[in-house]
């Protein structure tokens, strides 16, 4: 008589589908709400471009006047308007003139070469030999 014992088997705990897919799902809804927190951030600290492709018109200068309404000035190409804004519309309120154009100047100064440069700080330290 051939007696075999078997020894118990201990069942390995299995991973369950539903606490990987929950596990899976928290991880990726943290990383969308920390990703929409960065760009809210950006946007508030200004380092989000506010200006469109189009730089003939600027606002060059802004006053509130409550909490949503403003007076602004704004440059266009020939005129600076004064627009006053609200939350349900924009009235055209003056026409200003155009802003002078800064005068270029016909020749920069010519920037010193390298030697130039070296030469003007040996002599300053008053190691020239």
Same mark, same amino acid.
């Given at each position: 008589?051939?007696?075999?014992?078997?020894?118990?088997?201990?069942?390995?705990? $299995?991973?369950?589908?539903?606490?990987?897919?929950?596990? *899976?799902?928290? +991880?990726?809804?943290?990383?969308?709400? !920390?990703? /929409?927190?960065?760009?809210?951030?950006?946007?508030?600290?200004?380092?989000?471009?506010?200006?469109?492709?189009?730089?003939?018109?600027?606002?060059? $200068?802004?006053?509130?006047?409550?909490?949503?309404?403003? *007076?602004?000035? +704004?440059?266009?190409?020939?005129?600076? !308007?004064? /627009?006053?804004?609200?939350?349900?519309?924009?009235?055209?309120?003056?026409?200003?003139?155009?802003?002078?154009?800064?005068?270029?100047?016909?020749?920069?100064?010519?920037?010193?070469?390298?030697?130039?440069?070296?030469?003007?700080?040996?002599?300053?330290?008053?190691?020239?030999?």
């Amino acid at each position: 008589m051939n007696t075999t014992q078997q020894q118990p088997v201990t069942p390995q705990p $299995a991973i369950s589908t539903g606490s990987m897919l929950t596990q *899976v799902s928290g +991880v990726l809804a943290a990383i969308i709400i !920390l990703i /929409l927190a960065c760009a809210w951030v950006a946007k508030r600290l200004g380092f989000a471009s506010r200006r469109s492709g189009n730089q003939t018109l600027n606002i060059s $200068a802004s006053c509130s006047l409550g909490q949503r309404e403003r *007076v602004v000035i +704004v440059d266009v190409d020939d005129a600076r !308007l004064v /627009l006053g804004v609200t939350a349900h519309q924009i009235t055209h309120l003056h026409t200003l003139p155009a802003r002078p154009q800064p005068e270029t100047t016909d020749s920069p100064q010519p920037k010193p070469d390298f030697r130039q440069v070296l030469q003007s700080l040996m002599k300053g330290t008053g190691k020239n030999k």
